[in-house]
């Protein structure tokens, strides 16, 4: 079966790498002040921390159905089945929406809900990729992508607790408490949602608590205090000096692992800000057992 494979560009994977990697990225939309704007197709990164620094009306969108559809109706010209990952349905409607529309293709394409986003759920694409190439069928893909959806973890921390407030995910009285201490949350994704992890002073704390975090996930929930069977991601929102730090720290402490610096994707910096620093661990899918 020949499974083309899609996602969204809350996975932080680029119109460019899409054509290197060989999947489909359905950019995801912004409202600006009233206009629409899709993720690196007419807006860059650097255009978009202009208008959130700016004050500028910012908010996250979804895909219509139409340019899923026609996405799909097109790839099923040349495929055989489409394998679908949008983001963690805890964290936008986009996945219930493509699970709807998919009802009407006849198993043709499946839609795997495994709970990630941003670098994770990169990871999750390129499983897709290895598994199709090893020759599982789109049903056996998503039903091992939703099986191992939460062996993944994230920590964030943010810089200023302004976006968190505007989003309203924080108080505006716990806003301004936090700004007058000076305080950096550090903030958690384990699938559903974004929640309170700790709170620190400084953000050379928050990164000592974030890598502890991570350190005691990998030889508590996934069994690997070498780093040898995780991948470990560092991601940042418009911060990526202070990201290469961080993820120096991380490599002399498993030097067994690559460790990758990418930005996090922008559906996810609207809420938190720039400045932002995150580690994530991602168990490695061992694709051979598989067959």
């Known amino acids: 079966m020949k499974v083309a494979v899609v996602t969204d560009s809350n996975s932080g994977i680029t119109q460019a790498q899409a054509k290197e990697m060989g999947v489909y990225v359905l950019p995801m939309p912004f409202m600006i002040d009233g206009t629409e704007y899709l993720e690196d197709i007419n807006l860059t990164q650097k255009e978009f921390y202009e208008h959130l620094s700016g004050d500028h009306d910012v908010s996250t969108s979804q895909p219509s159905p139409e340019t ?12 055989d089945a489409v394998v679908h990952i949008p983001m963690s349905s805890g964290l936008s409607s986009s996945c219930q929406t493509a699970k709807m529309l998919a009802d009407d293709f006849d198993g043709k394409v499946q839609v ?63 806003a301004a408490l936090g700004t007058l201490l000076r305080l950096k949350p550090v903030l958690t994704i384990q699938g559903e949602k974004l929640d309170a992890f700790a709170k620190a002073r400084t953000m050379k704390q928050a990164r000592s608590m974030m890598i502890t975090a991570i350190t005691r996930d990998l030889e508590n929930r ?48 609207c809420h938190i800000g720039p400045g932002a620093l995150a580690i994530a661990a991602t168990k490695k899918l061992e694709i051979g057992s598989l067959l």
């Open 222 to 269: 996934f069994d690997d205090m070498t780093g040898e069977k995780t991948y470990i991601d560092v991601a940042h929102t418009d911060n990526d000096e202070m990201a290469q730090e961080l993820a120096a720290e991380l490599r002399e402490l498993f030097p067994e692992t690559e460790v990758r610096v990418e930005p996090l994707s922008l559906s996810v910096a």
């Open 68 to 79: 899923i559809l026609n996405l799909w109706e097109k790839l099923l010209e040349e495929y």
């Open 112 to 174: 795997a809900d495994n709970h990630r986003i941003s670098v994770t759920q990169r990871r999750s694409v390129q499983d897709a990729l290895d598994m199709a190439a090893a020759g599982m069928d789109a049903e056996a893909i998503c039903k091992k992508l939703e099986e191992t959806g939460l062996d993944s973890t994230i920590y964030v921390t943010v810089d200023t607790l302004k976006y968190l407030k505007k989003g309203g995910r924080i108080t505006p009285a716990a």
